[in-house]
């Protein structure tokens, strides 16, 4: 990506230069260890800036070579996957996951104002397209309800170090769905579930199949499911205001030390990394995310071979709901906000800016990780942007909204 003068494209450099005195505030107030922000128009770098710690422990700042944890931002990538199958005529996205897990086979679902999780009746097994848009009736432990409280209680959580991704998925198969496919929107395992689709579909490992037909035609040399070997210490640590669990939503409390350590990098389960976890399992740079990033502004296209056709990428960044999020009933954490906003194909969809109450365009889409992490394409401005730190959970503070909020302000062409 080329280098271009902010005030070339579009910026006024005095407000943009609002980005890094707000970045050093959160590192100030004790809110975040450290960040950088990297800022694309027209496809030509405009901004990057980072400060602050990636290691507090060691005083090893955070840089633009740092890799980090970027959880559900893992989403779009195993999204974009399985669209790649798609267009090769494989499968239909309105296909059944039973046809690839047959443990989905005879699902049953909770029925409607359950308080146990036996209290089910018969389901049809979610589609693909379902699982992507998170209307599958799958969760997560850290949800409200009866089902994630059940997965909070198995501990499925599809982590690094533990088991397979084929093993995790028959445990998920296991379980009531908490709906009726198709019939609300809760933010779930599902892309999770999809990873393992890929890995059926493909003959390939989903490492394997990111690596080879993601990573490699984009140039992503140091994005994976596992740290790579000889990056020394460049592997960021993971903190926490909570007391307890980072990823116990359901149980959080804050108090103490707003950066508490949760996942000191030098023993992180994602050096030693087995599952692939298609939902949350990747770590990477920021200029590695930001390429694919770039990829999806720019209709598919790689340096080394194209990935997905303008026309998929089109599809896959509409609204695939009825409607907004919140019409579709379902408490739930979200990455996102849900008044106004709707859902792609392994992303959110800006459908009525004012409603969302953040500055933003129609067609914005974009999604984040749990450790705070977040990107967003902006199609009518022609903007990518990348976000990295590592504060887990991301609903700790209003950085996406503040961030879009700079951004505009900066943008004055």
Same mark, same amino acid.
């Given at each position: 990506m080329q280098v271009a003068k902010p005030q070339d494209r579009g910026f006024d450099p005095a407000r943009l230069a609002r980005i890094a005195d707000w970045m050093d505030g959160y590192v100030e107030d004790r809110k975040y260890p450290g960040s950088s922000v990297l800022i694309?128009?027209?496809?030509?770098?405009?901004?990057?800036?980072?400060?602050?710690?990636?290691?507090?422990?060691?005083?090893?700042?955070?840089?633009r070579d740092t890799l980090a944890r970027i959880y559900s931002m893992t989403k779009p990538v195993t999204s974009v996957a399985l669209m790649m199958l798609v267009?090769?005529?494989?499968?239909?996205?309105?296909?059944?996951?039973?046809?690839?897990?047959?443990?989905?086979?005879?699902?049953?679902?909770?029925?409607?104002?359950?308080?146990?999780?036996?209290?089910?009746?018969?389901?049809?097994?979610?589609?693909?397209?379902?699982?992507?848009?998170?209307?599958?009736?799958?969760?997560?432990?850290?949800?409200p309800g009866v089902l994630a409280k059940a997965m909070d209680e198995q501990d499925i959580l599809f982590k690094p170090h533990r088991g397979t991704l084929a093993d995790e998925a028959d445990r998920v198969a296991a379980l009531p769905l908490s709906f009726q496919p198709g019939t609300s929107w809760e933010y779930s395992v599902g892309i999770d579930i999809l990873g393992r689709v890929v890995e059926v579909a493909s003959g390939k490992s989903l490492a394997q199949f990111f690596e080879e037909e993601i990573f490699a035609p984009l140039g992503m040399t140091e994005t994976g499911f596992r740290v790579p070997e000889g990056v020394g210490d460049r592997f960021a640590s993971l903190y926490t205001p909570l007391t307890g669990d980072a990823m116990a939503l359901n149980s959080a409390a804050t108090g103490g030390d707003s950066l508490r350590l949760t996942d000191r990098a030098g023993k992180s389960p994602f050096e030693i990394a087995t599952l692939h976890s298609g939902g949350g399992g990747l770590v990477g740079t920021i200029d590695d995310y930001m390429k694919f990033v770039e990829m999806l502004?720019?209709? %598919?296209?790689?340096? !080394? #071979?194209?990935?997905?056709?303008? *026309?998929?990428?089109?599809?896959?960044?509409? /609204?695939?709901?009825?409607?907004?999020?919140?019409?579709?009933?379902?408490?739930?954490?979200?990455?996102?906000?849900?008044?106004?906003? %709707?859902?792609?194909? !392994? #992303?959110?969809?800006?459908?009525? *800016?004012?409603?969302?109450?953040?500055?933003? /365009?129609?067609?914005?889409?974009?999604?984040?990780?749990?450790?705070?992490?977040?990107?967003?394409?902006?199609?009518?401005?022609?903007?990518?942007?990348?976000?990295?730190?590592?504060?887990?959970?991301? *609903?700790?503070?209003?950085?996406?909204?503040?961030?879009?909020?700079?951004?505009?302000?900066?943008?004055?062409?």
């Open positions: 694309a128009r027209g496809g030509d770098e405009v901004y990057f800036n980072a400060t602050g710690e990636r290691n507090r422990e060691d005083a090893l700042p955070f840089t267009e090769r005529g494989l499968f239909p996205l309105s296909a059944p996951v039973s046809d690839f897990i047959p443990a989905f086979k005879d699902m049953q679902a909770l029925i409607p104002g359950a308080t146990r999780i036996d209290q089910t009746e018969p389901s049809a097994a979610p589609t693909l397209q379902q699982l992507a848009t998170h209307t599958s009736g799958l969760s997560y432990p850290f949800n502004r720019s209709g %598919g296209a790689a340096a !080394g #071979g194209r990935i997905l056709s303008p *026309s998929t990428l089109e599809f896959m960044m509409r /609204n695939h709901l009825p409607g907004d999020i919140a019409s579709m009933g379902q408490r739930s954490f979200a990455e996102q906000p849900m008044e106004g906003m %709707g859902f792609g194909i !392994g #992303g959110s969809v800006v459908l009525e *800016s004012g409603r969302t109450g953040v500055p933003s /365009n129609v067609g914005d889409f974009s999604w984040g990780g749990m450790a705070s992490t977040f990107f967003w394409i902006d199609r009518v401005l022609d903007v990518s942007v990348v976000f990295f730190t590592q504060l887990a959970p991301s *609903s700790s503070y209003p950085s996406r909204a503040e961030l879009k909020a700079l951004l505009h302000g900066a943008i004055v062409e």
